[in-house]
């Protein structure tokens, strides 16, 4: 794709970032910024906090769920379709039980571990499946990340916690990212770097574990690499903002569509296009009902759902690898 559209997709992106940070309650124009201490503090305090998070935890959300897509061989999967996101939850959930009063960081560990082994387990149930289909997989990753919830939800139910967990997973609201909330996220922002600079691996493990040996990878590392920034990026954004539903799927397969399959190309753009899909949501969300606002998930979702619905109905063009 010729570079003047990535000028435009950045010029797009930063259009997009001045409108969020000039949209809300309070009534934030350059004047008001340069005159009233009390308007920088809001501006400073929450918009700039709340932009950067917007951009950071769309790209890399969009990042693992391509990241997941090549591991698994698979273009409708991602985090929240595997059972990743669920079995952070419970990490969260079982943390908020045990130590209640555990800082950020100790709960974006634990849900960053558990994302990991929901990650793996799903991996483990797909090599003991034979059928593969472009269906199949992602229909045992709902079932488990179904069973997982289930489990989420008897717990939470049994503690009296299924409110609280509700407002920490489910939100997707970034109206409570605020200075000293959100800087985690530029975790995730070094983690979708690092995804960047192995693109190359993770399209040749994508090509299979017999293929990636052959040609001298260390399959098993790169494996690790992937589903560590999968687990880690997943644990990170359910503790900061909740969950992103279908971000990690129509991100990446919209971006092949255009683009082709050269990751070591498209991930440039699948970091532009998830960052500002969310960023628009976001600023939707916060139009529609003013001076209320609508969880930026709950946009996503919505335009998420028609866009599976179009890759799945395209599928026999699309899907097969």
Excluded at 226 to 241: C, D, F, N, P, Y
Aim: hydrophobic share 55%.
């Amino acid at each position: 794709m010729k570079s003047s559209y990535l000028i435009i997709a950045i010029i797009s992106i930063i259009g997009l970032s001045v409108i969020s940070l000039f949209t809300g309650v309070s009534d934030i124009s350059l004047s008001s910024l340069w005159g009233d201490p009390h308007m920088r503090d809001i501006f400073f305090i929450s918009r700039v906090p709340r932009t950067v998070a917007l951009l950071l935890a769309g790209s890399a959300m969009s990042v693992a769920g391509l990241i997941m897509q090549l591991l698994t061989q698979n273009r409708f999967v991602e985090p929240s379709l595997a059972g990743t996101t669920q079995s952070a939850s419970l990490g969260l959930l079982i943390i908020m039980i045990f130590v209640p009063s555990a800082s950020i960081v100790t709960k974006m560990i634990v849900a960053s571990l558990f994302a990991m082994a929901g990650t793996l387990l799903f991996m483990i149930i797909l090599r003991k499946i034979v059928l593969k289909s472009a269906l199949i997989v992602p229909l045992v990753g709902i079932m488990l990340g179904s069973v997982i919830s289930a489990i989420t939800i008897f717990i939470a139910m049994h503690y009296d916690l299924l409110q609280s967990l509700g407002a920490w997973v489910s939100g997707g609201d970034f109206s409570g990212v605020i200075q000293g909330r959100y800087e985690l996220l530029w975790l995730v922002g070094l983690l979708t770097l690092l995804a960047c600079w192995v693109a190359d691996s993770f399209t040749v493990a994508g090509m299979g574990r017999e293929f990636a040996t052959n040609v001298g990878l260390n399959y098993r590392r790169i494996m690790l690499i992937g589903l560590s920034v999968i687990a880690v990026v997943s644990g990170i954004i359910i503790v900061v903002v909740g969950a992103l539903p279908f971000l990690g799927l129509i991100v990446p397969n919209l971006i092949s569509l255009m683009m082709g399959d050269n990751i070591r190309k498209t991930i440039p753009w699948v970091c532009l296009m998830g960052g500002g899909l969310v960023l628009l949501c976001d600023i939707i969300g916060r139009i529609i009902r003013y001076p209320f606002e609508i969880p930026a998930s709950t946009i996503l979702g919505v335009i998420g759902a028609v866009i599976f619905l179009f890759l799945l109905i395209n599928q026999s063009r699309h899907a097969k690898n």
